[in-house]
């Protein structure tokens, strides 16, 4: 049983995590429920994360205590995003993929997940960010000081 105590650390990822972010991400996946696309989805993971990793305009964050990986967070500088096009700096950050291992929940990995995400964006000038929360991460993002927008999805 791990200690949900144990200290942790921040790091960004490289090329050579790729194994352990997408077996981390497809946990997330499994973990959110069954979307009819998830196989879809789990097909081009691999891919997408090979991207992210040597992207400059993506940051990977991972959380390690006692050598091991237990968090990842995506931070993603978005350009020109419609959201901002009225705005002087059509920038914007967004955070994807933040998933804590269960047992390190409620320790605060995810918060300090989360402040290297938005730390990344402040460190580039960027002034706002977003995400997309699952239901049951809605309050952990509030209580970070983030606020619902009009955004609402429909499958065509």
Excluded: K
């Amino acid at each position: 049983m791990t200690d949900i105590r144990s200290p942790f650390t921040l790091r960004a990822a490289t090329p050579a995590d790729l194994a352990v972010v997408v077996a981390l991400i497809e946990e997330l996946i499994v973990e959110l429920g069954p979307i009819e696309a998830a196989e879809e989805i789990r097909s081009r993971l691999e891919g997408d994360i090979v991207t992210a990793l040597a992207a400059a305009e993506v940051r990977v964050f991972l959380a390690e205590a006692d050598g091991v990986v237990i968090g990842v967070g995506r931070a993603d500088l978005l350009t020109g995003d419609p959201i901002f096009r009225l705005r002087a700096d059509q920038r914007c950050g967004y955070v994807d993929q933040m998933y804590v291992s269960p047992a390190y929940r409620q320790a605060g990995v995810g918060r300090a997940l989360l402040a290297a995400c938005e730390d990344w964006f402040r460190s580039l000038g960027v002034t706002y960010c977003l995400l997309h929360a699952a239901p049951r991460a809605v309050d952990f993002y509030a209580r970070a000081g983030y606020v619902p927008n009009r955004e609402m999805l429909r499958r065509l």
